[in-house]
């Protein structure tokens, strides 16, 4: 059974710090990993998808890796901002059509 | 506009109510999801479309539960004789074969 688990579950950063937020999954066996940023009440907001011949993926001051052998993904912010403020999410699809989701890393950068 | 919507963004209803959302994906996006995530929890996959055809459903979606995707454009998802516990922000997604997902602002659903 294909589990996601993120880590760290909460983070608080000075603004302007790079950082690194971590996803790890169980079952190597999947066809892309997809990062995912939700502010409180709202939607999903997609921001980077891997597929599974993919290493790496860049978007602006994103930078998302995957490393299908060891069970991992590591999304990379660059010179973060308040606005970055938000919940980040990584999914993963496996075989049989389902999506699976962390419970997500709780960002907080501060002014 | 071009996302994916859902309808309505509100639903309060009392125990025991039928409750039924639509969810209108991207228009040449093949792929539907469903989905629920209840407060500090990622989404929990609950079924999956390809055109028409219901593909997968989680274990999670019990009976009471029941989604369409006639014609393979809009979705519906039904919720029988809801129960407290079924209160929950129920997230719609829809992708090409193999894309990324694109998700609708959600359903939050209360209930009484």
């Known amino acids: 059974k294909q589990e996601v688990t993120q880590i760290p579950a909460a983070l608080s950063v000075p603004e302007g710090e790079n950082l690194v937020l971590n996803c790890s999954f169980t079952?190597?066996?999947?066809?892309?990993l997809q990062w995912f940023r939700q502010d409180p009440g709202k939607g999903l907001t997609s921001l980077l998808l891997?597929?599974?011949?993919?290493r790496e993926q860049t978007s602006g001051r994103l930078n998302a890796s995957l490393d299908k052998s060891s069970g991992r993904s590591t999304l990379y912010i660059a010179a973060s901002q308040p606005g970055d403020s938000a919940t980040y999410l990584c999914?993963?699809?496996?075989?049989?059509?389902?999506?699976?989701f962390g419970a997500g890393t709780r960002l907080f950068v501060k002014a | 506009d071009t996302g994916v919507s859902q309808n309505p963004r509100h639903k309060i209803t009392k125990r025991g109510q039928n409750v039924t959302f639509r969810c209108d994906p991207i228009?040449?996006?093949?792929?539907l999801y469903w989905y629920r995530q209840t407060l500090g929890q990622g989404p929990e996959f609950l079924t999956y479309?390809?055109?028409?055809?219901?593909?997968?459903k989680s274990r999670l979606l019990s009976d009471r539960f029941s989604a369409e995707r006639p014609k393979g454009s809009f979705s519906t998802l039904e919720i029988q004789r809801t129960e407290q516990g079924d209160s929950a922000m129920y997230l719609c997604?829809?992708?090409?074969?193999?894309?990324?997902?694109?998700f609708g602002p959600g359903t939050r659903l209360t209930v009484l």
């Open positions: 997604a829809s992708s090409p074969a193999g894309g990324e997902q694109f």
């Open positions: 079952d190597s066996a999947i066809y892309n």
């Open positions: 891997i597929q599974s011949s993919q």
């Open positions: 999914a993963v699809w496996t075989g049989g059509f389902k999506t699976i």
């Open positions: 228009s040449e996006h093949n792929r």
């Open positions: 479309f390809q055109n028409e055809a219901q593909l997968e």
